[in-house]
């Protein structure tokens, strides 16, 4: 597996809604962080699909280093 582009080493804090789906980016060249736009195509990384369980603000990982996908573990302080 290829190293994912790096968006940028901080969080996105995002406003979510119970009930949706949201696809985050996992290859890190979305124009739309942190969720996908198609530009993962031809290479090895595929979105991932979370579903929120609750209204609320989350930080969704940039980074694309985070071990605890789609959300941000801290993991670009060492980038
Ligand atoms: Fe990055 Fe789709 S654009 S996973």
Known sequence: ???????????????????????????????????????????SFTPLKWTAEESGRKFFCACKHTKAPPFCDGSHKAL
């Open 1 to 43: 597996m290829s190293e994912p582009t790096i968006a940028q080493k901080s969080p996105i804090p995002v406003e979510v809604e119970a009930g949706t789906d949201y696809w985050w980016c996992s290859c890190g060249n979305s124009k739309k962080q942190p969720f996908c736009d198609g530009s993962h195509k031809g290479s």
